[in-house]
Structures are given as C-alpha cells and as structure tokens.
C-alpha cells in the first residue's frame, strides 16, 4: 500500500527567484543555499544551538511526549460499510491523521515581514553576535572547543544577510545601520570559513539578477568599497587554499564579485588601480591543470571582462607583459582543439578575447608584434581548426588603426598575404569574409606608399587576370541583394510615417541595415575605392565588372559620401583621420 506520509506530504518550498535564476547563468555555481531557506534555517538553528551550547554537559533530557494519539500507529480497522472502499470514502484514522495535519499547518508561526524594523533588529543582533564571538577568541585563545559555539552562531547569521537580495529598497538602510560595513570587516576574520560565507553572501547581494534600482545597488556598493572590500577580497585570495573544497568554493565566489562590480567601468578600473588583482589573475591562469578547472577558466573570464571594459585596464595589463603571456598560453592550440564543449574550450575563448582587447591599443600592438604573435596568428590560420577565426579576428583587430602601420607591415614580411588571399578567394561564413576585408582596407590604408610591401599588396589584386577584383565584386553584389531588400522594405515603411515618426526610426532602420550586409558594402566599396586610386588598370577592371551588374562608379562614390555622414561631427583624432581619408578618395572614384 502506498505510505500515508507519502500521500499527504506537504510540496517543498519553491526556490526563490534569484536562485533559480542565477542557476540558469552560464557558469555559475549552483547556489549553496537560497536566502528565504537560510533565513528559516537560522531562525530554526538559533532556537535550538543555545540551548544546546549551555546545556552540553547536564544528563540527556527525556524524550519529549508525543502530541500524537498513543493508538496513532495501530493497524486500522474496516468501518462499519465494510472499509475504505465504502461509505465516506475516508476511515476514521485518516480523520485524525488529516485533522492532526490541519491543526499543525495552523500551528506553524509565519515569517517575519522583512522591513527596516526587521533589519534594525537584525542588525542588533548581529552585532551582538559578533563582539560575543570576538569575546569568547580572546578570551580562548587556545581552546577552540570553546568558543565554535559563538562561531556557529555567528556564521549562520552571516548567511541569513542574503535574504536581502530579494528586497534591494533596504540596501540603503542596511548600509546606515552600519551592518554592512560590519559585514565586509568580517573578511577579515581568523577563520575563513568566515570570510567565505561573506563572500558568498556579498556576491548574492551585487547580482545582476538582483531587481535592485541603480541608486539602491550603488547605495550597497560604495559602502562595501569605504570599507576597503577591493582589496580585503584580493587578500583573501591569498590565504585560500584551492585544495581545499570550501577555499575553492571561497575563490570562485570572489571572483564572482569583481564580475559583478566590472558591470561599471569606473569600477572596474579602480579595481585593477587599488588591488593587484591583475598579477593574481595573470598567476592563477599560468597554473598547469589536467584537466583545467572552473576556476582557472573563471580567471581568465574575468580578465576579459576587466579588459572589455576599460583602456587604462588594458594599458595596465600591457605594462605586466599580458600580451606575452596570453599568446604563450595560445601557442598549444595552433594545431590541436581544446575538449569541445568543457572548461578548456571556455578557457582559450576567453585568452583569445583578452588578447583581442588589447591589440585595439597602440601599445598593445607594438607589445604583439615583438612577441611574434603575428606569426602565431598566421600559423593558427594554415593550421589551426577552433583557433582559425579567433586568430583571423584577433589578427583584424591588431592591424587595424588610423597611423601604426607596425603590424601591417609584419604581415607582408611574414609571407601573410599569401595565406590572407588564399582564405579569401574561397566561399566563407560572413563574419570570415569581414575580418577579411577588414584586413585588406587596413593594409591599403597603412603600408608606405611606394613600399615593397604596397607594391605586393596591390600586385595580389590585380594578378590572375584581377581575379581578386571579380572575387571583390561578387562579394559586394552578396552583400547588396540582401542590403537592398531591407532598404526597400524600409522605404514602404517610411510612407507611412510622418517626419517625427521617421526620425524616431531612424536608429531602428541603421541597425536593420548593418544586420542585413551595410557594412560589407561599405568595405568592400572602400577597397574599390583604393584600387581605383592606385591602379588605372584596377579601376577600368572595376567600372567593366560594375557595369555587368547594371550599375556605375558612382555606387562606390555614394556608399563613401554616406560613410562620411553617418560618422557625424563629434569625432576623436583618429576618426578625423578616417574621415579625411574617405573624403580624399571620392575624388578618385570618377
């Protein structure tokens, strides 16, 4: 028969909701506790642990008599009708089993409304708890047995905190009373398990599924930061041993916190001015791992993000030789694939995105050319399978600028051209085919003029009978079919709109045009727009082929003059440049 517990057993309590969503996230940790479940534990475990804590050596008490009938258990008997089957369809045992069930849902004290009032008596007690802990240390120094109670005690207050998370509208306050500046200082705390449950609750409370108004986190965060969190979380980085399970668990949920303060960029940058976080982070990816686990990858993600955020991060990580360090750390991958799917996969992604980020800079380019990271580059694009794109978009990115001709020219010494022009004459995926005459543009922009390097630039496109121009202009006609029926689409739309409709659309229709292939038109119409102005030949191939696809030089001079507007006037020096440039080029295309 099925049990009676079984069947009328009350459903678990539901997660609550920063749980399961932060166990939807994309390498989080599944949360060791919810907050609503550790508030209820807290309250339950307080009630019990004092008493228990006062009372460890008097004699076990007797067995507290049960509140259910004696005869409870008795095997039932059929009622009159003939059992279970008849009559009411419920015997009396099930009765009083359900009416002893009612009794105790009704029994059951509700939980306490978490306002200010709540958190002000919280925050009393939590302070208590603390100075008795502090107390019992000093008072025991060298007899832990002693004071472990208060430290129980104190470490499960701790984890009730995160209840706060689902009610952001009282971070301010809690920042007031004093109690989270009491809660950061804690990280300091002689036992680590301590600081960790810290970590994690802070971690809970800086969330970005946290539904906390901008004021209300930054109210939270910047009373963390007055009390020294940036760099009481790198030192404590360094006291945590990661073989052990808890520091482990310790060391992931603190790099969990600087991922949620690198949200800012003002934050993010004083992260890496205030702390050393960076030359951990640089250590912690160098340690050899098999197989490589959650937190070496984490680091290296957080390094990214650090360096997706801000230039001065990524002037800071040059200066530490990172760009070194992150193509030493790609080198293994320029023939062999990491596992696919796993933490090493996860791991070169990230490498590889760092490196990204710090070639955008001028620095980081010189830094990459001395350390050969173009050849690397090169290698990973003959050889490579999973490193192929990401070294094509690496190498697109380090070439690319208004002036460096640096890396541009160590292509070409590098034999590069040779492999760049075979990728491209053959069918690629569109982000490929971009990188790659993203690439092209840069080195007709930057090399010398008269250079051998020019010189062999322009010889690749007008070899072969200008096979790489017919190659160019099949691109451009790809991109323009499908350009063209978005515009179109979009020119129906604006007749139905008025002028300040139109305008309110305008960011709307500019995004659905780049979706559709605008920039692939644009570069590939500023390529063109150098050929014509280098090459006589170049440009007679160029107006032949345009003409078979029904159209004239002037498409090229259009999609230029358009370039140049939707550039606008608020412009840095080096889009000044671009901008000059372009407008010295529609002069050729005639």
């Not at 705390?189 to 108004?213: G, M």
Request: hydrophobic share 40%; proline share 3%; glycine share 6%.
């Amino acid at each position: 028969m099925t049990n009676i517990e079984s069947l009328f057993k009350k459903p678990a309590l539901p997660s609550s909701a920063s749980a399961s969503t932060k166990s939807s996230k994309k390498r989080k940790l599944a949360p060791s506790h919810d907050p609503v479940a550790a508030y209820k534990t807290a309250k339950l475990d307080n009630g019990s642990r004092s008493a228990s804590a006062e009372d460890e050596h008097e004699e076990e008490a007797e067995p507290a008599p049960s509140s259910l009938p004696s005869d409870f258990f008795d095997t039932q008997e059929e009622d009159e009708d003939g059992g279970r089957f008849f009559g009411g369809g419920v015997t009396e045992k099930q009765v009083e089993i359900l009416d002893f069930m009612d009794q105790q849902e009704k029994d059951e004290a509700p939980l306490e409304t978490i306002n200010a009032a709540w958190l002000r008596k919280k925050a009393l007690g939590f302070e208590k708890k603390i100075n008795k802990n502090a107390e019992m240390r000093g008072k025991f120094e060298d007899e832990p047995h002693k004071f472990m109670a208060s430290e129980e005690e104190l470490d499960t207050e701790i984890k009730t905190f995160s209840i706060l998370s689902e009610h952001p509208e009282l971070y301010d306050e809690f920042r007031k009373l004093g109690t989270l500046g009491s809660l950061v200082r804690l990280l300091a705390h002689e036992n680590t398990d301590i600081a960790i449950d810290v970590v994690e609750v802070i971690s809970e409370l800086t969330d970005d599924e946290v539904e906390a108004e901008p004021e209300q986190w930054s109210a939270l965060v910047d009373g963390m930061v007055e009390e020294s969190l940036l760099e009481m979380l790198t030192q404590n980085l360094s006291r945590l041993n990661e073989g052990n399970e808890a520091d482990r668990s310790g060391v992931y949920h603190t790099l969990s916190v600087f991922e949620n303060l690198a949200s800012q960029q003002s934050l993010a940058e004083l992260v890496v001015k205030e702390t050393n976080i960076f030359a951990w982070l640089l250590q912690r990816i160098q340690v050899r791992e098999s197989p490589l686990s959650q937190n070496k990858q984490y680091s290296a993600e957080l390094l990214a993000i650090l360096l997706q955020t801000s230039q001065a991060n990524r002037k800071k990580i040059t200066e530490l030789e990172g760009v070194d360090l992150f193509l030493q750390l790609l080198s293994p991958y320029r023939k062999r694939d990491p596992v696919k799917g796993g933490d090493e996969e996860e791991f070169v992604e990230n490498i590889f995105d760092c490196i990204t980020c710090v070639v955008d800079e001028t620095e980081g380019k010189l830094k990459f050319v001395e350390a050969e990271g173009v050849e690397l580059a090169l290698i990973m694009l003959r050889e490579g399978k999973m490193s192929k794109p990401r070294a094509l978009r690496l190498l697109d990115h380090a070439i690319t600028s208004a002036q460096d001709a640096t890396v541009a020219m160590r292509v070409v010494e590098a034999a590069g051209l040779k492999t760049l022009f075979g990728m491209y004459m053959k069918k690629q995926d569109t982000p490929t085919t971009e990188h790659l005459l993203g690439i092209f543009a840069s080195l007709l922009r930057l090399l010398p003029a008269d250079s051998p390097a020019r010189i062999r630039t322009l010889a690749k496109f007008v070899e072969s009978d200008y096979a790489k121009i017919g190659r160019l202009l099949q691109i451009r006609s790809d991109y323009a079919g499908r350009l063209g029926k978005v515009e179109r689409d979009i020119d129906a739309q604006k007749t139905k709109l008025d002028k300040e409709e139109r305008e309110e659309m305008e960011e709307e229709w500019l995004s659905r045009r780049l979706d559709a292939g605008l920039y692939g038109v644009q570069i590939t119409d500023l390529i063109l727009a150098w050929l014509c102005a280098e090459d006589h030949g170049a440009r007679k191939q160029i107006q032949t082929l345009l003409k078979e696809q029904k159209l004239g030089i002037e498409v090229v001079r259009k999609t230029l003059q358009e370039s140049i507007i939707l550039m606008g006037d608020d412009l840095d020096a080096d889009q000044r440049e671009t901008k000059d440039m372009m407008t010295t080029l529609i002069e050729f295309v005639v």
